[in-house]
């Protein structure tokens, strides 16, 4: 990014905060599933269009590169709630490790993206961008975690949202209709 390099790294800083604060009022009103989705599909076309603002507007450009910087951040922020709402109870702490595992070799490989750059400068943008849109579109096969019962095991994890299946939808898990029991039926099942 052009301009100075200590204002944008305090740009850099309040957009997370804007993003974080954001996306923490965000979750109250509206679907984890629309905001992961739509935070990461506006992050990914801000990405690409900053390739095609002239290198005379280029606080212009620093501008699309915060507004890119706020979507992922809130998406950074939400994933981990989903994650945890995602994976049954028994492989919960694994699940959300392996998706932080995962962001981490994201931020591993992030230094040999920005090297790109030294060959054609828009190359990390258009890469980044390409990656934030794929990984927005894929959000939209995520079921949806909001208002729903936290999974105990394998067979209460919902289903994708893939246009592709054509299988019958599952019946209701055994646990799911326990857990609707009232407390004097489970005390009755107990002792016999």
Partial sequence: MSGDLYVNCLLSAVMELVAYTGAWLALKVTSRRAIMSSTLLIGGTVLLLIQMVPEKFSSFSVGLAMVGKLG????????????????????????????????E?????????????????????????????????????????????????????????????????AAEPEAFKEDQLSAEDRNVQMKE
């Fill in 72 to 103: 992922v951040a809130a998406a950074y922020s939400v994933i981990y709630i989903m994650a945890m709402e995602l994976y049954p109870t028994v492989v919960r702490g694994m699940g959300v490790g392996v998706c932080s595992m995962s962001s």
């Fill in 105 to 169: 070799i994201g931020s591993i490989s992030s230094p040999f993206l920005v090297f790109m750059g030294t060959y054609y400068k828009a190359l990390p943008y258009i890469v980044m961008g390409l990656l934030t849109l794929a990984v927005g579109l894929l959000s939209l096969l995520l079921p949806e975690t909001q208002g729903i019962a936290l999974p105990e095991d394998l067979s209460q994890v919902q289903p994708l949202n893939c246009c592709c299946y054509r299988g019958e939808p």
